[in-house]
């Protein structure tokens, strides 16, 4: 993972006063033997250590963050302070507090300091969950169809940050998805958990499934192989497209209104994908996908086509000719009737 400077140093800066500073010797279990048990402190204050522990944020543990808390917490009756986003997220949070959404929504409105991501983790839905708090679901989907054909389709597949920041490119991901009997999402599709697709694998890894040399790369013929599979006919690969860096300028785009941004977008998107796999923990771990696989839609990706993704210049001229050709036999034919209607008067 590749770390921001300027972050590492806040980091460094952060730790190198925390250690002095503290009042408490307390380390992280110690937090967690009465924070990470809802019976000890209740919901409210209960942070989720299974959630917390694999995060980025672990690693410099909670004292960081919490300074101000002393060995005789809690019952000091002190307020614990919490470190500010922005002491060590200086330019993507930056980049969101300059925008007008800002006045709407905090950081910790969408994200919980204890179970932080990387975009590549999250899946699109969870994605949109954090918009879903404040943006009417519903609401969403009757304002967007007024403009935007099969508003709901795109609205289920496409994250809001797809068309509601700017990135400096986009990758396709796919996700396993199956046939819920109850639910109705995406046609009554959804995606599988780690526990839905562990039933399939059994004792093998879910990675098995698609990844069958388990080189952590998914090829053109092992796409294949998953989709004839008649084993696996209740999963289907779902695609969408998502930003390949996340920023944070969140607006609406004007270019987002037209069509081709995505459906047109061609070779460029369409060749950097992924296949993103869910973890025990409820987060996705990403595998790359062959080149160009994106663009079998035949044995690649069956149930994923953005239409005219794959528009080339070579079938472009094709489509022409037989377009002409469908004109050419009523025109030329009512040409000739006209050119000869003296002969035919005799
Ligand atoms: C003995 C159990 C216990 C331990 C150990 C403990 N806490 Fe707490 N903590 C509590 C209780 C109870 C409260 C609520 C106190 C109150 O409302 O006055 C609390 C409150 C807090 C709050 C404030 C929540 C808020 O919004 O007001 C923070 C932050 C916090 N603890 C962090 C920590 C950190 C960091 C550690 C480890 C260094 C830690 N706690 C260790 C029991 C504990
Ligand atoms: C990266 C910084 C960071 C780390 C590391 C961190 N916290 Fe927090 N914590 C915060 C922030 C920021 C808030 C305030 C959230 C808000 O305003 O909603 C917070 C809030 C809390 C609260 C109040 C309840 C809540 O969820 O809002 C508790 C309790 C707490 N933290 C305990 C802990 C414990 C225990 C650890 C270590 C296991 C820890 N924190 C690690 C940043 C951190
Ligand atoms: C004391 C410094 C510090 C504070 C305060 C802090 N972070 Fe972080 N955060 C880090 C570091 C270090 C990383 C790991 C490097 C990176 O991804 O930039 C990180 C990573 C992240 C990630 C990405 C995780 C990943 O796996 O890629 C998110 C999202 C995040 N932080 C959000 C927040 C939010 C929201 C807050 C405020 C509630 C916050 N951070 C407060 C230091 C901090
Ligand atoms: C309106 C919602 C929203 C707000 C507000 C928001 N973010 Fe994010 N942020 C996202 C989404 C969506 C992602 C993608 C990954 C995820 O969902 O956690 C993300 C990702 C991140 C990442 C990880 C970047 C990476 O490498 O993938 C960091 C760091 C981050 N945000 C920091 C912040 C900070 C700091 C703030 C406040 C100044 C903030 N965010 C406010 C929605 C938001
Ligand atoms: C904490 C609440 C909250 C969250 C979370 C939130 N928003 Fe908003 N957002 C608002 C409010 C309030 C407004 C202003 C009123 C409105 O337009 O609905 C707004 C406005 C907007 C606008 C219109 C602004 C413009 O410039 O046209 C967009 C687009 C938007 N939000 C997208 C998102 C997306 C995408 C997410 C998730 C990544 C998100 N919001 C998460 C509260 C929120
Ligand atoms: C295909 C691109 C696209 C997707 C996906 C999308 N939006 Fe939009 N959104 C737009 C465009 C373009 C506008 C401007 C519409 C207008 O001016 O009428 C807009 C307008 C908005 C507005 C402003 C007021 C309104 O309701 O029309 C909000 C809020 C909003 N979107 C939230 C969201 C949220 C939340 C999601 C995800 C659930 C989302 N959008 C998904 C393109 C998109
Ligand atoms: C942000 C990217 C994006 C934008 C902008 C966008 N689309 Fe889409 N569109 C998609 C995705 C992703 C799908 C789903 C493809 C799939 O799952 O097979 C889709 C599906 C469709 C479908 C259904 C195709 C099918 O096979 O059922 C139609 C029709 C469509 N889009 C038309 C439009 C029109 C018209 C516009 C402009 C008003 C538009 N789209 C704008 C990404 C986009």
């Known amino acids: 993972m590749k770390m921001d400077c300027r972050i590492l140093w806040s980091f460094l800066l952060l730790m190198a006063l925390a250690v002095p500073l503290s009042a408490s010797a307390m380390e992280m279990d110690d937090c967690l033997d009465c924070h990470g ?8 204050l209960f942070i989720d250590g299974d959630k917390f522990l694999p995060t980025e944020h672990a690693d410099m ?59 590549e983790s999250v899946s699109g839905p969870d994605m949109n969950q954090q918009c879903s708090q404040c943006h009417d679901s519903i609401e969403v ?34 996700n396993i998805t199956q046939k819920q009997k109850k639910s109705e999402g995406l046609k009554g599709y959804s995606f599988s958990n780690y526990a839905d697709l562990k039933e399939y694998a059994g004792e093998k890894e879910i990675q098995s499934l698609i990844d069958i040399d388990g080189d952590n ?24 497209m998502v930003p390949g860096e996340i920023s944070h300028d969140l607006t609406t785009l004007d270019n987002r209104y037209d069509c081709t941004f995505c459906h047109a977008s061609g070779p460029g998107s ?8 869910p973890t025990e ?22 149930n994923f086509y953005m239409t005219g993704s794959t528009r080339s210049a070579t079938m472009n001229i094709i ?28």
């Not at 709901?152 to 700017?166: A, D, E, F, G, V």
């Not at 790369?217 to 969408?240: D, M, Q, V, W």
Request: hydrophobic share 35%; aromatic share 6%.
């Open 141 to 174: 989907m009757d304002s967007h169809a007024e403009w935007l054909p099969q508003a709901s389709l795109h609205i289920s597949k496409l994250p809001c940050i797809t068309c509601h920041t700017s990135a400096e490119g986009y990758v396709i991901v796919l």
């Open 270 to 277: 369409m060749q950097t994908s992924f296949l993103a796999l």
């Open 61 to 119: 543990g909670c004292v960081t963050c919490h300074e101000s808390v002393t060995d005789e917490h809690p019952d000091d009756g002190e307020a614990v302070t919490s470190a500010d986003c922005l002491d060590c997220h200086e330019e993507l949070g930056g980049q969101y507090m300059a925008t007008a959404h800002a006045e709407n929504a905090v950081c910790s409105d969408c994200h919980n300091p204890h179970q932080v991501h990387g975009i």
């Open 37 to 44: 048990e809802v019976d000890e402190v209740g919901e409210d």
């Open 319 to 346: 489509g022409l000719i037989i377009i002409c050709g469908g004109f050419i036999m009523p025109i030329g034919h009512g040409t000739l009737r006209f050119l000869t209607r003296k002969n035919r008067q005799h």
């Open 217 to 240: 790369h998914i090829s053109l013929a092992e796409l294949r192989t998953f989709n004839r599979n008649p084993a696996y006919k209740s999963l289907h690969l779902s695609g969408t």
């Open 281 to 302: 923990g409820g987060i996705y771990q990403r595998m790359t996908v062959e080149d160009g696989a994106m663009l079998d839609t035949l044995y690649g990706t069956p």
